[in-house]
C-alpha cells in the first residue's frame, strides 16, 4: 500500500493550496481517507477527513469553512483544497486511510484508527 501526498509548497497569507493523495494497492473507494497535520513541537491533529464513497466528511473547527476535502474514487486520489490560509496552519500534511464504512466523526478524527501514511508534504504560510 502506498499513499502519495503531494501539492504543498510556500503561500503568503490569505492565499490557496490544493493539497492530493494518490493511492495504490488498496481498494480505494471502500476505504476512508483523512488528512491530518503536524506543525514542529505539536502532536498530529486532524485536518479533514471523508467518509467511502464521499456520503460524509468531517472538518476540525480551526479550517471549517476554509478547507475542502474531496475524493475521487476513478483516480484513486483525495484532496484537500485549502483556501484562507493563516500562519497557523503551517505544518506537514499528511493523507491516512482506514478500511472503514460507517460515518460519525468519532471513527475519522483519531491518528491511531489509521494503518495506512502519506509521508507528509510540507505546508508554510508566511504573515
Known amino acids: 500500500v502506498q499513499l502519495q501526498a503531494s501539492g504543498g509548497g510556500l503561500v503568503q497569507a490569505g492565499g490557496s493550496l490544493r493539497l492530493s493523495c494518490a493511492s495504490r494497492g488498496l481498494p480505494f473507494s471502500g476505504y476512508g481517507m483523512g488528512w491530518f497535520r503536524q506543525a514542529p513541537g505539536k502532536e498530529r491533529e486532524f485536518v479533514a477527513a471523508i467518509t467511502w464513497r464521499g456520503i460524509n466528511s468531517y472538518y476540525a473547527d480551526s479550517v471549517q469553512g476554509r478547507f475542502i476535502i474531496s475524493r475521487d474514487d476513478a483516480k484513486n486520489t483525495v484532496y484537500l483544497q485549502m483556501n484562507s490560509l493563516k500562519p497557523e496552519d503551517t505544518a506537514v500534511y499528511y493523507c491516512?486511510?482506514?478500511?472503514?464504512?460507517?460515518?460519525?466523526?468519532?471513527?475519522?478524527?483519531?491518528?491511531?484508527?489509521?494503518?495506512?501514511w502519506g509521508q507528509g508534504t510540507q505546508v508554510t504560510v508566511s504573515s
Open positions: 491516512a486511510a482506514q478500511n472503514i464504512k460507517i460515518s460519525g466523526s468519532y471513527y475519522y478524527i483519531t491518528p491511531a484508527r489509521y494503518p495506512y
